[in-house]
């Protein structure tokens, strides 16, 4: 265990405000951008090298082609899905798992399309499709297709199929690397494009390097998160059956911090626990080292946690996630929009401005089902008297004293709210995705850019 002590003084200078500019980070972007692309080109590039293999008409070299294509989309999911922060930080956690998610249905289409013309135009290429009998290279890529497209089905119905997130995960890992494995185990066994030294160094490249996240991702990271656990400090209840956890390091805190990001939560867990979830750290990097997490019991694991005996043991790994007030450094005001538990990002945000005293104008509409749900509703109304806040409360079932606006967030609520200048502002909005769909619609309709709209995804699989 690291036995660093981080005094007030040595948090402070921490935790200053780290400005992104934004010509930086879409110059970062695009190089991760153009970094993915080479990944698919470069094996192609490689492979027509050398003698080439007799060609088997048009059909048969295109179908070669899908699955080529296909194995390098599929290995670089891994890198997608590795946490590297090089990676996530240009577009945010969120972001990069979602392109994640739709470049494995490309894969996957690419796989069904090369199996599928070699199995319509050049079928006694197959052989016979009995895995007892066929051959053992033909199989391997046979169980690779049936794994990536266990892949697809179990993450688009895991809820219809009531599959817990830490056995989805454990079954999404393991159809992963099979899948993988067996994919290129048929192309070496096929034998078609290893003929060179090149080509041979491309198979082993493309092999260590899944290896290579997997062992980060699963064995180096949890390692050194081991070396740097946390102790939960406090678990407090909040309006809305919110509890807030405060976590203390044991070692170091959160390193580059931003106001707005989340980190993954393992309590009272081996670091190497595949039982791990999302949350935003819903304090302020100024009020660090210190960290919180604001957690509502939706489901199994929720529920557990929101019943953390204070004196547990937790592992965090992160921070993550562009949802933050440090990218927009050069903004004249902010507008925020909120629907239930989706507050605790935009909460970090405001704490932040709280903390640097920053009086530049802020808008947040806040939407609940009821008054007793609007968790921290006593929080944001004490940041009124500091910040330059203007707050509205949303409820779809006010009690009969109300006063305030009704109903769901909609083009009327917010044409009364947002002034013109606004229109120019950040729009950070966080909460329900069919909320978030709406708002976005309505935000259009009023002339506000999508380039001033952002959002947080919390739902990542």
């Not at 005094?7 to 970094?35: C, E, F, S, W």
């Not at 911090?257 to 039982?275: C, D, N, T």
């Not at 953390?308 to 929009?337: K, N, Q």
Request: aromatic share 10%; net charge neutral; proline share 7%.
């Amino acid at each position: 265990m690291n036995d660093t002590v981080q005094t007030p003084a040595d948090t402070a200078k921490a935790r200053q405000p780290d400005h992104d500019r934004p010509y930086t980070v879409l110059a970062h972007g695009v190089a991760i951008v153009l970094l993915g692309v080479l990944a698919v080109v470069v094996p192609f590039a490689i492979l027509s090298t050398g003698e080439r293999p007799p060609s088997g008409g048009l059909i048969w070299d295109f179908s070669m082609g899908l699955g080529f294509g296909a194995l390098a989309l599929l290995a670089l999911q891994f890198a997608m899905t590795g946490r590297l922060r090089w990676i996530t930080h240009p577009f945010g956690a969120d972001i990069v798992y979602l392109a994640h998610r739709y470049l494995s249905w490309g894969a996957v289409l690419l796989v069904l399309g090369h199996f599928a013309l070699i199995y319509v135009f050049h079928q006694p290429a197959l052989g016979v499709l009995n895995p007892l009998e066929a051959r053992w290279e033909l199989t391997a890529g046979r169980l690779a297709m049936g794994c990536f497209l266990g892949l697809i089905v179990t993450s688009e119905f895991r809820k219809r199929l009531h599959l817990r997130h830490e056995w989805w995960r454990a079954l999404h890992l393991t159809l992963a690397l099979v899948g993988m494995t067996a994919a290129v185990a048929h192309v070496l066994g096929v034998g078609n494009l290893t003929d060179t030294p090149a080509k041979r160094w491309l198979w082993l490249g493309v092999t260590a390097g899944f290896i290579g996240v997997l062992a980060y991702t699963h064995l180096l990271r949890p390692s050194m998160q081991a070396r740097n656990p946390w102790r939960v400090v406090a678990n407090t209840a909040e309006y809305g059956g919110v509890h807030r956890l405060e976590l203390a390091p044991e070692g170091r805190g959160l390193h580059r911090w931003k106001p707005g990001q989340f980190a993954w939560l393992k309590v009272e867990r081996s670091p190497y626990s595949l039982i791990e979830h999302p949350f935003t750290i819903s304090t302020a990097p100024e009020k660090g080292p210190n960290i919180a997490f604001s957690i509502k019991p939706l489901g199994d694991h929720s529920s557990v946690l929101a019943k953390t005996p204070v004196g547990a043991r937790a592992y965090v790994d992160g921070p993550y996630g562009a949802f933050s007030i440090d990218r927009l450094a050069e903004a004249e005001g902010f507008v925020m929009i909120a629907g239930g538990v989706g507050i605790t990002p935009i909460l970090s945000n405001l704490h932040a401005l709280d903390a640097r005293g920053d009086k530049r104008p802020i808008i947040l509409i806040y939407g609940n089902p009821s008054w007793d749900e609007a968790s921290f509703r006593d929080e944001l109304s004490d940041m009124k008297s500091r910040l330059n806040l203007t707050l509205v409360h949303v409820l779809d079932e006010p009690p009969n004293d109300w006063d305030g606006e009704t109903g769901r967030i909609d083009d009327k609520t917010l044409a009364r709210h947002l002034p013109a200048q606004t229109r120019d502002w950040p729009h950070l909005l966080c909460g329900p995705g069919p909320m978030i769909a709406g708002v976005t619609a309505d935000l259009g309709s009023l002339g506000v850019s999508a380039s001033h709209i952002d959002y947080e995804i919390f739902e990542l699989v």
